[in-house]
């Protein structure tokens, strides 16, 4: 504050609105009173309302959903299923037990993309140690790589049948998880820049 020296966080701002003052909102300085900032009638954010992060996120569940329909197209053609936790389940229970593994991780998922999510606004809002940050940059960091190679692997079931378990098939498989990922660090570039500085 000019007139008085005294220095207002944004996070610590209080925003109020008098009728005498239209009905534009503003911020008073806590130790003169007068008027630091004025801001014009904003619209209530929509508690459903989706950032760049979130829509990503919201991707990674569905995911293991392609990944099934892609494993199943591939046993069709004779392929064989690979993964150290899927393989025993359709070894075990055959596709039913894919099926249900695949809607158990589908629901596991949406909960920790929510949960995520949730954290986001909520350290948004509220003061918390630079730790806090750091553990959720890393976290959204985590799922983005783990969403970039399931993506993969559901292109890899589905060239299965076309190439066979090869050289090209593994680079494939990678090139497609790279390309997501760098498309996903391209399209989120703006609000993690944002997350990381706060």
């Known amino acids: 504050m000019k007139r008085c020296g005294y220095v207002l966080r944004k996070k610590g701002a209080v925003v109020s609105g008098w009728d005498a003052e239209g009905s534009s909102t ?6 003169c009173g ?4 004025r801001y014009v009638k904003q619209k209530r954010r929509n508690r459903l309302e989706l950032d760049s992060i979130d829509k990503i996120l919201f991707i990674l569940p569905f995911i293991p959903l392609a990944d099934m329909v892609s494993t199943l197209f591939s046993l069709t053609f004779g392929g064989r299923e690979g993964g150290f936790l899927s393989r ?5 229970y055959g596709e039913l037990g894919l099926v249900s593994l695949s809607i158990f991780t589908f629901f596991v998922l949406l909960g920790c993309v929510w949960f995520l999510r949730f954290a986001k ?15 959720l940059v890393y976290a959204v960091n985590f799922f983005f790589l783990l969403e970039a190679y399931l993506m993969g692997v559901a292109v890899q079931n589905i060239l299965v049948p076309l190439l066979l378990p090869s050289l ?8 497609v998880t790279l390309a997501y990922l760098v498309s996903v660090s391209s399209f989120t570039r703006t609000e993690m820049k944002q997350l990381i500085r706060d």
Do not use: N, T
């Open 121 to 135: 606004r909520r350290f948004s809002q509220d003061r918390v140690s630079k730790l806090h940050w750091v553990v």
């Open 168 to 175: 090209a098939l593994l680079a494939i498989q990678y090139g």
């Open 34 to 37: 007068k008027i630091i900032a």
């Open 88 to 92: 025993p389940v359709y070894e075990r």
């Open 26 to 31: 503003h911020v008073h300085c806590p130790r």
